[in-house]
């Protein structure tokens, strides 16, 4: 089943990764648009080839604490439980009325001429670096459908895989929670 949290705002990933969990079917697109229009495009913007910079260079190591990631904590974002098969890309049927209803969110007046990151996270099973490398293809992927499928402008949304790096669930880094996408509004399109 998919999930969606809301994660609203936060001084750390760790505490905002630890929040309430909801149904997909039980978030109105109201309550997404809420949560991810509260952006503040006060502040330098978002250098999405750093953040990719600092992952790579981190892999295996957690990047929480890096300057660029740790910017993310405070800004809107919901977390979406999506299934793919196993070790690929395929996103599983059970998973689009999730990406369904953030593209309805997205294609709101409200959100549609912003830019959101879309961060792609595996569990640990596996090897760090291709744990990285399978979370990056996953972003794209959602971003592939949420473009294709859904009509989001491409221009829009940026994928970008951070592995294990970040889990849910600390203490069992191997979980399934762990396995997951963030979708954070990282202010106006240009």
Same mark, same amino acid.
């Given at each position: 089943?998919?999930?969606?949290?809301?994660?609203?705002?936060?001084?750390?990933?760790?505490?905002?990764?630890?929040?309430?969990?909801?149904?997909?079917?039980?978030?109105?697109?109201?309550?997404?648009?809420?949560?991810?229009?509260?952006?503040?495009?006060?502040?330098?913007?978002?250098?999405?080839?750093? *953040? %990719?910079?600092?992952? !790579?260079?981190?892999? $295996?190591?957690?990047?929480? #604490? +890096?300057?660029?990631?740790?910017?993310? @904590?405070?800004?809107?974002?919901?977390?979406?439980?999506?299934?793919?098969?196993?070790?690929?890309?395929?996103?599983?049927?059970?998973?689009?009325?999730?990406?369904?209803?953030?593209?309805?969110?997205?294609?709101?007046?409200?959100?549609?001429?912003?830019?959101? *990151? %879309?961060?792609?996270? !595996?569990?640990?099973? $596996?090897?760090?670096?291709? #744990? +990285?490398?399978?979370?990056?293809?996953? @972003?794209?992927?959602?971003?592939?459908?949420?473009?294709?499928?859904?009509?989001?402008?491409?221009?829009?949304?940026?994928?970008?895989?951070?592995?294990?790096?970040?889990?849910?669930?600390?203490?069992?880094?191997?979980?399934?929670?762990?396995?997951?996408?963030? *979708?954070?509004?990282?202010?106006?399109?240009?």
């Amino acid at each position: 089943m998919s999930v969606i949290r809301n994660l609203g705002y936060g001084a750390a990933l760790a505490m905002l990764l630890a929040t309430t969990t909801a149904n997909a079917q039980d978030l109105s697109e109201t309550q997404l648009v809420n949560t991810l229009g509260q952006v503040s495009n006060e502040g330098a913007p978002i250098d999405v080839a750093l *953040l %990719v910079q600092e992952v !790579t260079e981190n892999v $295996g190591q957690g990047v929480a #604490n +890096l300057p660029n990631w740790s910017r993310l @904590a405070g800004m809107p974002q919901l977390t979406v439980e999506i299934n793919f098969e196993n070790n690929s890309i395929a996103i599983e049927p059970s998973s689009y009325r999730a990406v369904g209803q953030i593209a309805d969110a997205l294609h709101h007046p409200i959100l549609s001429k912003n830019k959101f *990151l %879309v961060v792609g996270h !595996t569990n640990a099973t $596996g090897d760090p670096k291709h #744990n +990285l490398k399978l979370s990056d293809e996953r @972003a794209n992927a959602i971003v592939e459908a949420l473009s294709t499928t859904f009509a989001i402008p491409a221009s829009h949304l940026v994928g970008i895989g951070v592995g294990s790096e970040l889990p849910v669930d600390p203490a069992d880094p191997k979980a399934p929670v762990n396995r997951r996408v963030q *979708l954070i509004n990282i202010g106006k399109a240009n």
